[in-house]
C-alpha cells in the first residue's frame, strides 16, 4: 500500500508502489490518486511515474500549490534521484548519457532513440554497487522524458532487472518487478519556500 512520506497544508508526499498507476486508467482500476483523495479530497496531480516505477510522488492540496509545483517541474526546479538494478557490470563508476527520445508509435507506449526528431534527454549515473552480475546505481533525469531512464541503461548494454519493454539476455525475467525506485526528491516549497529534502530507499 502507498505510504505518506511528507505532508502539510498545500502538499503531500506519497511512496507509490511498483505494479499501481499513478492516476487513473484502462489497464487496472487501482491507482494512486483515487487513493490519496480518500485521505486528502483536493489533491491534484503535478507529476507521475511509470506504472512499474516504484518512489515518491508529489500530490498538491490546492490551487496555489499546484500552479507553483507545475512551474517548479517545468523549469526543472525540482531535483529527483532513482536507484535502480542494473544488468551485468558497467565498466565506469559514473557517467552521462545523452540521446534525443521520441514515441515509437508502432509500438506504443515504447519509446526509441531518434537522433534527428528526438527530444534532447540527457541522464547521469552513478554506481553504488557491483555484484557479480548485477549493478546497483543511482540514476539522476536531467531531463525528465517518458521511459527516459530505463531506454538509456538498454542503450548501453544494461537494462534494468525487470523490465519487459526494454530487456537483454533474460533481463527482464531476472526480477518479478522493474527495479527502479524514486528515491529522492530536492525542491523549495511551493508556497513557503523552505528547502525540502526527501529520501525514500527502494525494497528490492
Same mark, same amino acid.
Given at each position: 500500500?502507498?505510504?505518506?512520506?511528507?505532508?502539510?497544508?498545500?502538499?503531500?508526499?506519497?511512496?507509490?508502489?511498483?505494479?499501481?498507476?499513478?492516476?487513473?486508467?484502462?489497464?487496472?482500476?487501482?491507482?494512486?490518486?483515487?487513493? #490519496?483523495?480518500?485521505?486528502?479530497?483536493?489533491?491534484?496531480?503535478?507529476?507521475?511515474?511509470?506504472?512499474?516505477?516504484?518512489?515518491? #510522488?508529489?500530490?498538491?492540496?490546492?490551487?496555489?500549490?499546484?500552479?507553483?509545483?507545475?512551474?517548479?517541474?517545468?523549469?526543472?526546479?525540482?531535483?529527483?534521484?532513482?536507484?535502480?538494478?542494473?544488468?551485468?557490470?558497467?565498466?565506469?563508476?559514473?557517467?552521462?548519457?545523452?540521446?534525443?527520445?521520441?514515441?515509437?508509435?508502432?509500438?506504443?507506449?515504447?519509446?526509441?532513440?531518434?537522433?534527428?526528431?528526438?527530444?534532447?534527454?540527457?541522464?547521469?549515473?552513478? #554506481?553504488?554497487?557491483?555484484?557479480?552480475?548485477?549493478?546497483?546505481?543511482?540514476? #539522476?533525469?536531467?531531463?525528465?522524458?517518458?521511459?527516459?531512464?530505463?531506454?538509456?541503461?538498454?542503450?548501453?548494454?544494461?537494462?534494468?532487472?525487470?523490465?519487459?519493454?526494454?530487456?537483454?539476455?533474460?533481463?527482464?525475467?531476472?526480477?518479478?518487478?522493474?527495479?527502479?525506485?524514486?528515491?529522492?526528491?530536492?525542491?523549495?516549497?511551493?508556497?513557503?519556500?523552505?528547502?525540502?529534502?526527501?529520501?525514500?530507499?527502494?525494497?528490492?
Amino acid at each position: 500500500m502507498p505510504k505518506i512520506i511528507y505532508a502539510d497544508e498545500d502538499l503531500v508526499v506519497y511512496n507509490k508502489p511498483s505494479g499501481m498507476l499513478c492516476v487513473p486508467g484502462l489497464s487496472d482500476p487501482r491507482n494512486l490518486y483515487d487513493t #490519496v483523495r480518500k485521505s486528502y479530497p483536493n489533491a491534484r496531480v503535478v507529476h507521475r511515474l511509470d506504472m512499474s516505477t516504484s518512489g515518491m #510522488v508529489i500530490f498538491a492540496l490546492n490551487y496555489p500549490s499546484q500552479k507553483q509545483l507545475g512551474a517548479m517541474f517545468e523549469k526543472k526546479q525540482i531535483a529527483k534521484r532513482y536507484i535502480a538494478e542494473i544488468f551485468g557490470k558497467l565498466n565506469n563508476h559514473c557517467g552521462e548519457i545523452e540521446s534525443p527520445l521520441i514515441c515509437d508509435w508502432e509500438k506504443r507506449p515504447k519509446q526509441k532513440i531518434d537522433w534527428i526528431n528526438g527530444k534532447r534527454s540527457i541522464t547521469q549515473y552513478n #554506481v553504488m554497487q557491483s555484484k557479480s552480475d548485477s549493478t546497483r546505481i543511482e540514476l #539522476v533525469p536531467i531531463t525528465g522524458r517518458t521511459h527516459q531512464l530505463r531506454l538509456h541503461m538498454w542503450q548501453i548494454g544494461h537494462p534494468i532487472l525487470g523490465d519487459a519493454l526494454y530487456n537483454l539476455n533474460g533481463s527482464e525475467l531476472r526480477a518479478e518487478r522493474l527495479l527502479l525506485h524514486a528515491c529522492e526528491l530536492n525542491f523549495l516549497h511551493p508556497i513557503r519556500g523552505k528547502p525540502i529534502s526527501l529520501r525514500c530507499e527502494p525494497e528490492f
